[in-house]
Every structure is written in structure tokens, then in C-alpha cells.
């Protein structure tokens, strides 16, 4: 991507969350050098007991260790307070099973640098081709999406996607004990929107897993499900919070 002349230079970093995906996370470092070869890569592995961490540093990213599992929540927080401090100005987060093509990345970016929005979400379903999803997945998405629109009166078709850019605007709000340790969805998005910030959303098609175990899998839709409910409840009591 060339930068316009007399254009401030962005700083971008990609931050990925990993737990035990050393079959992939090489992989998807690779796809992310190939879409946006000038960008940064940091890999918070949340405590994986595999060789995540030292694959994703012979890959040529940066990595940063828990020292046990904490959440995916807790490991994006973890890379944004690093960006924060490191003075990066746009942030792009993505999962390290593969799900999140790159090939959007530049898309991303584009998007908010372009369209004034603090926050943009990478939705399956704005786009022509189909992605993969189960009954129970798209249960929560339905539900989620209109307790969104409830309370903020925007429609965002997506709440749960994890392919996600933010400014450094937000970035500062997100390195705040209000970021969620493990699903930062739905409540997440409320209290952005309420607090001020813009949200966009772009279309992009998400590959089925092909190896590990995902969030959502057995009875954890469920415990999603209650969790986030009990989530979005607390946030609609909660005052807004006051945008710097």
C-alpha cells in the first residue's frame, strides 16, 4: 500500500490472540505479510501449552506470553495496551485459526482512514458469498444484534465477528477496565456506541476452522448466550462513558 505524499505516516500493528494454534498461526503471520507487508504482527499467546509462541517468532512476528490462560478478552486487552504504548495509530485485530482472511486487511484500513469511524467490524453477512456458520451461532448473532439496535438504535448484522480495526481513539478506551476478559461482543459494542464512538461495518467471508476447538462449541453457546444477557444488562445501568 504506497503512502500518498504529504500524508502523515500511519502506524498499524495486527494483533492476534492464540491459544494452542500452532498448526495455523505460521500460516496466518505468512497471509497477513502477503496483504499488508509494511504492518507490524504481535502475537499475545494466552498461555498455549503448544509451540504457538515460538512458531509466531520464527514467522517474524512479536509475541508477548501469558503466563496461563486468561481469555480471549484479556489477550486482546494485553496487545491493545501494548499499541497504546508503542504509539501505533490504527489497530486490526484477527483469530490465529485461520477463520479471518487477510486479503480484507487493506480493506480495513482503508475504512478508517476513509470513513470517520472508530471502530470497524468485519460482517459475514453483508457480503454475496456464504460463510459457514452453525444454528447456534446465528441464534446468538440474531438475538445480540437486536438487543444492539434496541439499545442504540444502529443495526450491526455481525456483534460477534472478531475481525475488527480501531483508531487509537478507541484504542485508549479499550486499554480500560471496561474491556471484557473473555467475549467481547455485544456489550462491548453497546458501550461503545453509547459512549460516543462511530462503528462501520464492511463485508468479508470467514473460512470454516479447520483444526482446534472453538469457543463455541458443546454447551458454551449457552453459557455465552446467559453471560452476555447478564453483560448487556450491567452495561444499560452502567453512565456512558465520557469520550476523550
Not at 34 to 41: F, G, M, Q, T
Not at 67 to 73: A, K, S, Y
Not at 139 to 154: E, H
Not at 217 to 240: D, N, Q
Amino acid at each position: 500500500m504506497n503512502q500518498p505524499e504529504g500524508e502523515k505516516r500511519q502506524k498499524i500493528l495486527v494483533v492476534i490472540p492464540a491459544l494452542n494454534e500452532a498448526l495455523t498461526i505460521s500460516k496466518v503471520i505468512a497471509g497477513v505479510k502477503d496483504s499488508l507487508p509494511e504492518v507490524d504482527i504481535l502475537v499475545v499467546d494466552d498461555g498455549s501449552t503448544d509451540e504457538t509462541a515460538k512458531l509466531a517468532k520464527t514467522a517474524g512476528a512479536r509475541v508477548l506470553q501469558h503466563p496461563f490462560n486468561l481469555g480471549v478478552g484479556s489477550a486482546l486487552q494485553t496487545g491493545f495496551k501494548y499499541a497504546g504504548k508503542e504509539g501505533y495509530t490504527l489497530v486490526i485485530q484477527l483469530d490465529a485459526d485461520g477463520q479471518h482472511d487477510p486479503v480484507y486487511l487493506p480493506k480495513f484500513i482503508q475504512t478508517l482512514k476513509e470513513s470517520g469511524a472508530d471502530l470497524v467490524i468485519g460482517s459475514r453477512f453483508l457480503g454475496g458469498e456464504f460463510s459457514p456458520i452453525s444454528f447456534s451461532r446465528l441464534f446468538g448473532i440474531k438475538i445480540f444484534s437486536g438487543l444492539i439496535y434496541l439499545a442504540t438504535g444502529q443495526r450491526i448484522t455481525d456483534p460477534t465477528s472478531g475481525y475488527r480495526g480501531l483508531t487509537a481513539r478507541l484504542l485508549n478506551f479499550f486499554s480500560s477496565d471496561l474491556f471484557p476478559q473473555d467475549f467481547p461482543d455485544a456489550d462491548l459494542i453497546i458501550t461503545v456506541l453509547r459512549s460516543g464512538f462511530k462503528i462501520k461495518e464492511i463485508p468479508v467471508v470467514m473460512k470454516p476452522r479447520l483444526t482446534g476447538l472453538s469457543l463455541h462449541r458443546g454447551l458454551r453457546p449457552l453459557y455465552y448466550i446467559y453471560k452476555m444477557f447478564l453483560s448487556i444488562f450491567v452495561t444499560l445501568f452502567r453512565p456512558p462513558k465520557e469520550v476523550p
